[in-house]
């Protein structure tokens, strides 16, 4: 299998690379929807996706058996066929069960099967492969069953037993086995016990001809069941998509919102820099420009030239700014200092000049529209030097004839309040807070550098670990609360950059997605705020809105809440007056 595999790689996929053109060459097609993107995706492994833009594009490729739905607020069917069906098993586990769409195929006009699904999740269990992120999100399903008689049902067996785990066990994307595994040599491999010592030499090789795949560069390697195919990408420029001439939710009578695909192309540019962006929009280079600085959108919305040639929507989103404690660092190793390092960042003042006033600041990742798990006990954060030096003291940090902060450390050593803050480079509203805070703290004694990064660079810095304090925005949604990969010591390495946890917060973390009534999980989110509100491994300073300006040769643009703030698949172009 892996001389084959590795062979198909070789002869066929070499003659198969992503065209390296300039983005030109497509772009001014008049049916091609160009997108601003801040930043590129970096890594579109299946695995390893862990960026806005890398979702956005993992979402066109491939689909998952349920989606997000922010209309209905909840996980609707989409490679389902309809929402899955449950049942106790005991006290603790839950049997799951789905059916594929009888429509579903893959790009080689075979039926995507349950065998999918199992092969799927045997991939994101497979010792020597990077599934770290996949185990801290998804580690709860524990097997599944495929159904003798009908091979598009299956019964997935969940630890737990509350409505969470349901939806959560329907977001993963669906990957293809004929593609990867064409021989089917996990097939005979058990979910539950495939990282046995017994089945080590067929998951090893599994895992070396998938690595040999190199997805994270090669994704078109890896062809989903999803509405779009990658065509063109150049790292830090530009990637291109195309629809499928063919695609077999177009069979469908009544295609729902999530199996729609209008634009026969996408090409998203990347264009780090907020007012290169806008230049860009502005001189028609790109169509669609969403999270756009709040002061370059009101400034375009009452500019005569581009009121005629633009549209602009707003609306509330689950994003959140934060300002994040690497808390491996000794001198943020503490709660208290932590704390004290809060009050240093003029949230009133900040949402004014960075959003116009259009922001919602909150007491923690929960937003505030959520009433019923919005823990509205806890008092907002607000702007208070005193109180900041009060508790640096409550610390243990003195202040020195020279205004500077010191404390003894571990072993007599001495330790010195300074830090560094980074952010990614070119975002206009991430400088201003990183600005203010600076002020702020060199006026109590405080040195801060400021560190504004490339965000590829700054990715791998995070997540080594390599920074004081960090800028970035952070996205939620309302329809599940699993905070493993961003807070539990599991995902630390990986989603949790700051390094925090404790076992009081692991222990939240892992019950709110067990519970079984929406009272007792308000009880658990409203426990859990009060806990970060009092460790602080970063400070949520306010909520965002969504700003899309758009070109007019674009229809009304579907914009959401949720990450990336518009539904690209559903933009359609403006249908011109036909003359007679």
């Known amino acids: 299998m892996k001389q084959i595999l590795f062979g198909l790689v070789l002869l066929v996929w070499a003659g198969l690379g992503l065209s390296a053109c300039s983005p030109t060459t ?22 390893l996706v862990d960026n806005p833009s890398a979702f956005e594009v993992t979402n066109l490729l491939h689909c998952s058996l349920l989606k997000g739905n922010e209309a209905q607020n909840r996980f609707v069917p989409w490679l389902a066929e309809a929402q899955p069906t449950t049942r106790p098993l005991g006290d603790s586990l839950l049997l799951v069960t789905y059916r594929l769409r009888p429509q579903a195929t893959w790009d080689n006009g075979s039926p995507v099967l349950a065998r999918d699904v199992a092969f799927t999740l045997k991939v994101m269990n497979c ?47 669906i990957l293809p086995e004929y593609v990867l595994d064409p021989r089917g040599t996990l097939r005979t491999v058990p979910l539950p016990q495939l990282a046995l010592p017994r089945f080590q030499s067929v998951a090893q090789a599994f895992a070396r001809r998938y690595q040999a795949l ?59 820099d907020a007012t290169t962006a806008t230049m860009a929009l502005r001189r028609g280079e790109i169509d669609l420009y969403a999270l756009m600085p709040a002061a370059e959108f009101a400034r375009l919305q009452h500019a005569s030239p581009d009121q005629t040639s633009l549209r602009f929507y707003t609306t509330n989103s689950y994003e959140f700014l934060t300002a994040n404690f690497n808390v491996r660092r000794p001198a943020l190793r503490d709660a208290l200092t932590r704390q004290a390092l809060t009050y240093l960042f003029d949230i009133p003042a900040l949402i004014r000049a960075t959003q116009q006033g259009a922001a919602s600041p909150s007491a923690g990742p929960i937003s505030p529209r959520i009433a019923r798990y919005y823990n509205d006990s806890l008092p907002l954060p607000s702007f208070s030097p005193a109180r900041a030096a009060a508790l640096l003291r409550q610390a243990r940090w003195q202040r020195q004839p020279d205004g500077s902060w010191q404390r003894q450390g571990a072993q007599a ?49 995070l997540r080594a670990g390599e920074y004081d304090m960090n800028i970035r925005q952070l996205a939620g949604n309302p329809f599940s609360y699993d905070f493993t990969s961003l807070l539990h010591s599991r995902g630390i390495g990986n989603g949790n950059t700051t390094g925090f946890s404790t076992p009081q917060t692991d222990r939240l973390i892992e019950a709110i997605p067990l519970a079984t009534s929406p009272a007792e999980k308000a009880r658990l989110l409203r426990k ?53």
């Not at 497509?26 to 695995?47: F, H, Y």
């Not at 994704?219 to 629809?243: D, N, S």
């Not at 491994?537 to 700003?547: H, I, K």
């Open 214 to 272: 190199n997805l994270a560069r090669h994704p078109e390697r890896l062809p989903g069941c999803g509405a779009y195919t990658l065509t063109a990408w150049q790292p830090g420029r530009y990637l291109t998509l195309r629809r499928k001439a063919r695609w077999w939710a177009d069979s469908l009578p009544a295609p729902p919102p999530e199996l729609q695909a209008f634009p026969p192309q996408l090409t998203y540019q990347v264009i780090p």
């Open 528 to 580: 859990f705020q009060r806990a970060l509100a009092y460790e602080r491994p970063f400070s949520v300073l306010y909520f965002m809105r969504y700003r899309v300006a758009a070109s007019r040769r674009l229809g009304v643009v579907p914009v959401m809440g949720l990450v990336p703030g518009y539904e690209a698949s559903r933009i359609r172009l403006e249908k011109k007056p036909t003359t007679r």
């Open 127 to 173: 010792p020597g492969l990077p599934i770290e992120r996949d185990q801290a999100t998804f580690g709860f399903i524990r097997n599944i069953q495929l159904d003798a008689h009908d091979p598009r049902q299956f019964t997935l067996v969940c630890a737990g037993q509350s409505g969470d785990r349901v939806s959560i066990s329907g977001d993963f994307s």
């Open 413 to 461: 050593t001495t330790e010195r309040l300074q830090l560094t803050i980074s952010y990614r480079a070119g975002e206009p509203s991430f400088e201003t807070v990183a600005l203010q805070f600076r002020s702020a703290a060199l006026a109590l004694g405080i040195p801060v550098q400021l560190h504004p990064t490339e965000q590829s660079l700054l990715s791998r810095q």
């Open 26 to 47: 497509t772009a001014t097609s008049a049916e091609t929807i160009r997108i601003r993107w801040a930043r590129d995706p970096d890594n579109l492994d299946p695995l």
